[in-house]
């Protein structure tokens, strides 16, 4: 992962779907799955679930008694009270987060500790400080940050080589075909720092996946459907139409629009593993053939065509207040 020594299989597991909706058995079953299946990277966070996602990673760590066999990756940042220091990028909060993480998920450390967003308004050296103080207390193995702008983790970069701190290993971003922007700044800045790229929402919310016909009618289990709001958002009459377009063109290349979704962003450019957040075993087996494939020049250019380099049909950075770009919806 980046020029670190960390190694992941070329897909990773992400679990926001755990108890919300998915029980315990299934989530459980999932994570049985990917690791028989060859994943080894699990990705949650605090505020998945209010805390519950990490409680079911923790239980199931301790009955499989395989905490060696899995890079364990979470997140802070959000809300996880109603004091103002119980949320941000503090030190204070960011230390008794780590903390409450590692009791649930029942582990002394976390393989890689990440900034869910930025906090614009704490000093850098701050966040990173409190960062370092846990990779050097054993309790963090790596750290990296989510869903933050290029200049911000070239800020923490330099920061973290004049105070000799721990340096992020990763970004986790939002990044699909149908949303490309990370590929004007981001992209390079990893490539030339040695930064891993995990991107989410890799499959568009179920449009790259085929689920969508009608933006105004999204499948009742979906995330539009089920938590609105900035899920519904991303949704839209534009990307929908691309989105039909990208699963026609993967039937016709042999393989499920799911399948070629996952393919598209692992094959990119500086991405060390594309997160996939499965609701069933089904759906996980059915990607796992993916960690051995790879993209043809013409399918690459057939998916340029769909979606451009660097530019974006839907938003899926409309979780990060920092960004400030509008994509029409029509």
């Not at 990490?54 to 199931?60: A, F, K, L, V, Y």
Request: hydrophobic letters at 40%; proline letters at 8%.
């Amino acid at each position: 992962m980046g020029r670190s020594g960390l190694k992941v299989a070329p897909l990773g597991l992400g679990t926001d779907n755990f108890a919300n909706p998915l029980t315990e058995p299934e989530a459980h079953a999932i994570l049985d799955a990917a690791v028989a299946g060859g994943i080894n990277l699990i990705d949650t966070s605090n505020s998945y679930s209010s805390g519950e996602s990490e409680r079911i990673i923790g239980r199931w760590l301790q009955q499989r008694r395989n905490r060696h066999v899995v890079v364990l990756a979470t997140k802070v940042h959000y809300p996880v009270g109603s004091g103002p220091n119980d949320r941000g990028n503090s030190r204070r909060h960011i230390l008794a987060a780590c903390e409450d993480s590692l009791r649930r998920l029942q582990t002394d450390h976390i393989d890689l500790y990440q900034l869910h967003r930025p906090s614009p308004e704490i000093p850098v050296e701050e966040t990173l400080y409190a960062l370092d103080m846990l990779v050097r207390a054993g309790k963090a193995r790596y750290i990296g940050a989510t869903t933050h702008p290029a200049w911000q983790v070239m800020e923490a970069l330099m920061v973290s080589e004049l105070r000799n701190f721990a340096r992020f290993i990763s970004e986790q971003p939002p990044y699909n075909l149908l949303d490309r922007r990370i590929e004007n700044e981001l992209v390079p800045l990893a490539l030339k720092h040695g930064l891993g790229l995990l991107p989410w929402g890799s499959l568009a919310a179920g449009m790259l996946a085929g689920r969508y016909q009608d933006a105004t009618a999204p499948p009742p289990d979906s995330r539009a459907a089920l938590r609105g709001g900035i899920y519904a958002e991303r949704v839209t009459p534009r990307a929908v139409e691309a989105g039909r377009r990208f699963a026609a063109m993967a039937q016709e290349a042999g393989m499920s629009p799911a399948q070629l979704g996952l393919l598209w962003v692992k094959e990119q450019s500086g991405v060390t593993a594309p997160l996939y957040g499965p609701r069933t075993v089904e759906q996980l087996t059915h990607a796992l053939p993916i960690l051995e494939m790879r993209l043809s020049d013409e399918l690459r250019a057939a998916c340029d065509a769909i979606n451009p380099p660097g530019s974006a049909v839907a938003n899926f950075h409309n979780s990060a207040p920092w960004m400030k770009m509008r994509i029409p919806t029509e």
